[in-house]
């Protein structure tokens, strides 16, 4: 880098995005085979489309909404809440955001100073170690139990806890292990959080996509830690609606004006016409959340059944939930995660993510996406096979 250039040292201190980069290596590439990207293959249902359609049509998406977001989509969301979390929530402890990230991100410049500490489970999702560093915050890696399907190290987590920690930031169903942090844990957590007085700030985004009788817990839920949490969400994957950038937050009324003043710099307000998209999601039918929730079971369970064929090369835990997993590398020289990932997708066409995007804890291990169509991920395992074993 350019001496001269006059970079913050805390933008410097963020490592490129292994995800993106991925992508743009991929795109060098003819007929990829393409796992390395949470984004889904399905399109955003019609009724959904119709919604904002409509809004355009009668001419109400052209200004800024109220910077906390549109009434009427806030007191769906407080509908949804009690419905599907079991929080109890009012209009004004809500607000509608630029996806789960920048909920996120305002959530986390709100609460922690320059030199304040954030416990993050390891593996991460690799955003969230950017949200620490652009706020001039250090996260902290507590490793999660990978044998035990990458649950909470709670013991670690309360031993990581010092003077400069300010907050928990963790995400369940997890990106990028596919964990689902179970409700026992959570309680847990929530103990060590109250009695050294820190924030909880969650990511919720796969909260739909949960399988094998596990269930999603809000630790929002839990009405001692209403002054404590932070809960974020999104209609982005839910719906898949990735592109329309819009997510919400659950705060207490107390705070959403002090995460307000985050928001607004970064945004001013979510884009109006996917707030309307967002409305027509809360009040149709959410037959297309089902279906989402069926299709990703039916391609992590192909995923699965392809990586048993490769168990000389990978050793994987069953994802409990989102539409993601975090297979280990098994041979010698792959535990340069990205050397691996980048000769997978130059010698084998596939396209997959280095795990250590994720943390330290995630070398040697590398994301795979199975929120694709079927015939993507044969094709992928076609060739993973043929590079591999042939």
């Not at 410049?109 to 320059?114: E, K, S």
């Not at 209403?226 to 839910?238: D, H, L, V, Y």
């Not at 959340?289 to 391609?299: A, G, I, K, P």
């Not at 795979?368 to 074993?389: G, H, M, P, Q, W």
Request: proline share 5%.
């Amino acid at each position: 880098m350019d001496r001269n250039l006059r970079i913050s040292e805390r933008v410097q201190r963020i490592e490129k995005s292994a995800i993106h980069e991925m992508t743009r290596l991929s795109k060098e590439i003819e007929d990829v085979a393409f796992l390395s990207w949470a984004k889904p293959t399905s399109d955003t249902p019609e009724h959904i489309k119709a919604g904002a359609i409509a809004a355009i049509k009668n001419g109400l998406v052209g200004g800024y909404s109220e910077t906390a977001g549109l009434l009427e989509l806030r007191e769906e969301i407080v509908k949804k809440l009690k419905r599907d979390n079991n929080i109890d929530a009012d209009v004004s402890e809500i607000l509608v955001t630029v996806g789960a990230i920048e909920a996120i991100s305002a959530a986390v410049m709100a609460v922690i100073d320059p030199g304040d500490e954030v416990i993050l489970p390891s593996p991460t999702y690799s955003t969230h170690i950017r949200q620490v560093l652009i706020a001039s915050g250090k996260p902290v890696f507590v490793p999660t139990v990978e044998d035990k399907g990458f649950s909470l190290n709670l013991d670690g987590i309360e031993k990581a806890i010092t003077p400069k920690t300010k907050a928990i930031l963790y995400c369940s169903p997890a990106n990028p292990t596919g964990a689902v942090f179970k409700e026992k844990e959570l309680r847990r957590l929530a103990e060590v959080a109250l009695k050294n007085n820190l924030m909880v700030i969650t990511d919720e985004a796969y909260e739909y996509f949960v399988y094998d009788g596990n269930k999603h817990f809000s630790i929002g839920s839990i009405p001692e830690m209403k002054r404590n949490a932070i809960s974020c969400f999104t209609f982005t994957k839910t719906y898949a609606m990735t592109g329309w950038r819009v997510g919400y937050l659950h705060a207490t009324k107390e705070l959403v004006p002090q995460i307000l003043k985050a928001h607004i710099p970064f945004a001013i307000c979510a884009p109006a016409v996917s707030q309307y998209a967002a409305l027509a999601a809360l009040k149709g039918s959410q037959e297309c959340v089902t279906q989402f929730r069926e299709h990703y079971l039916r391609t992590r369970n192909l995923m699965c059944d392809r990586l048993d064929r490769l168990n000389s090369i990978f050793a994987y835990q069953k994802p409990s939930g989102s539409y993601l997993m975090f297979p280990k590398i098994l041979i010698p020289d792959g535990q340069d995660s990205a050397t691996f990932c980048k000769k997978l997708l130059r010698e084998a066409k596939v396209s997959t993510t280095p795990g250590i995007a994720f943390g330290p804890t995630g070398e040697a291990h590398l994301r795979l996406s199975f929120c694709v169509t079927e015939d993507e991920i044969n094709k992928a395992f076609d060739r993973l096979e043929e590079y591999f074993i042939s």
